[in-house]
């Protein structure tokens, strides 16, 4: 796929400054109040891999669509791995080269995605917290929360309190928990237009199915029938039509997996996340780890756990964007 329509172009037929007010990243109207826009909002999503080069900057493109008739691409910054929405108008693209693969971003990728798990039983079909676990040194933290599906409400007060440490957390979004939560989703993204909290929006997959009587093998996102690719791009629907941006990062309902969906995240190419210390498995902070907790109001436990060492000031410090960890 190429397209050369550059903001050179444009501004040969537009005028400059006119062009240049054009190429401005897109500002999906989505209101923090009111009901959640819904992610077929979001049109012709698809998947894809080239590098698009605009004025003296080149940033990598992983998906392109179509929103209210604009083409637009969602950009990974290579070596930041800091996501973009762009005009696809805006910039000259062509299939990414075999010098892309050794950018951070996409050896990332291909590291962790090939990871064999962390906590694999012998005997096995599955794989227990494959990905990354832990940053590329031994300074402060990576707190992250999981909202999988719930009947609980959001703990608020749980991230109101981590606003006074910076704020800093990547949730992992799941659209049942969107489409049961609505009122909670604008208040995130309040709380996130205020600055008050600084979100890093993770994949968790669309539905997280979870049948607590199969074994692993045969629930989470290994349950049969599930459509993968609806399961990860329906996520960054969502988001975009929401005026979010999705990060490059998938955390596996349960941190449940096996080597075929490690072959489909490097295929989209994200970077599957575990975990070092789920906190609510008593399983203690080390320096540099990725820290999991559960805010959706299932796993209180946690919570108290966090907020314990957090005040007694037994957590590595400072809390770190998750970008900075592969």
Not at 203 to 216: D, K
Request: proline share 7%.
């Amino acid at each position: 796929m190429k397209r050369l329509v550059t903001a050179m172009a444009i501004a040969a037929l537009a005028g400059v400054g006119a062009a240049r007010a054009d190429c401005a990243p897109p500002a999906i109207e989505a209101p923090l109040e009111g009901p959640v826009k819904p992610l077929e909002r979001v049109a012709d999503y698809q998947m894809i891999l080239e590098s698009c080069v605009r004025d003296d900057k080149t940033v990598l493109a992983i998906r392109i669509m179509k929103v209210e008739g604009e083409e637009l691409l969602l950009t990974v910054d290579p070596e930041t791995l800091q996501t973009q929405l762009e005009r696809a108008a805006c910039w000259s693209c062509r299939e990414a080269s075999a010098d892309a693969a050794n950018s951070r971003y996409l050896r990332a990728v291909e590291t962790y995605g090939a990871s064999i798990g962390q906590k694999t039983r012998p005997g096995a079909t599955w794989l227990e917290n494959a990905g990354l676990i832990h940053g590329r040194d031994n300074r402060g933290v990576f707190v992250t929360g999981d909202l999988c599906p719930s009947h609980k409400p959001l703990q608020r007060q749980f991230l109101q309190n981590l606003e006074t440490r910076n704020g800093k957390i990547a949730l992992s979004l799941t659209g049942s928990w969107v489409a049961r939560h609505g009122d909670d989703f604008l208040w995130l993204r309040q709380e996130k237009a205020a600055g008050r909290l600084d979100i890093v929006w993770t994949n968790h997959s669309f539905t997280h199915p979870f049948r607590p009587s199969l074994p692993a093998g045969e629930t989470f996102i290994l349950t049969p029938g599930l459509d993968p690719e609806d399961e990860i791009v329906n996520v960054e629907r969502l988001l975009i039509a929401n005026g979010e941006t999705p990060s490059v990062f998938f955390r596996y309902p349960g941190l449940i997996s096996d080597s075929a969906w490690g072959a489909r995240l490097r295929a989209a190419h994200l970077i599957p996340l575990g975990a070092d210390s789920w906190l609510a498995l008593g399983e203690r902070p080390k320096p540099g780890g990725v820290i999991l907790v559960h805010p959706n109001g299932n796993e209180p436990a946690g919570l108290a756990i966090f907020d314990r060492l957090n005040q007694s000031d037994a957590l590595p410090k400072p809390f770190r964007t998750l970008m900075e960890a592969p």
